[in-house]
């Protein structure tokens, strides 16, 4: 079961995502189980995977504002560079960076379960 002190270890910036959420933490804790069942983790990889570079920015743009409102912070980076070099269409090989990202999502998925 994922809890504040958990998260904290994570790297998330809990008192940021609580505040977001009013101090709720029962609503911040749901949002964050939320999280880990994001489709848009699949759209990114999809698109990523087709060379879809529009698809993959919609994607990764959708996943870094979830991911910057709840403040977990290694992810959001993750995003966030993803989404720089998708927004300027670069071309390059995103695999390392959306690994580094999907194991992130894994890793936080485990504390849910």
Do not use: Q, W
Not at 37 to 65: C, P, R, T, V
Not at 75 to 87: A, G, N
């Amino acid at each position: 079961m994922v809890t504040i002190d958990k998260l904290n270890d994570f790297g998330a910036d809990t008192a940021e995502g609580l505040a977001r959420c009013y101090g709720n933490e029962a609503l911040y804790l749901r949002l964050i189980g939320m999280v880990v069942k994001e489709d848009n983790f699949d759209k990114l990889k999809d698109a990523i995977e087709k060379n879809d570079l529009d698809g993959a920015f919609e994607a990764a743009h959708a996943l870094k504002g979830v991911l910057g409102n709840l403040s977990l912070t290694p992810m959001y980076e993750k995003s966030s560079e993803i989404t720089e070099h998708l927004r300027v269409r670069r071309e390059m090989d995103y695999t390392p960076l959306l690994k580094d990202l999907l194991d992130k999502r894994d890793e936080l998925k485990a504390m849910c379960d």
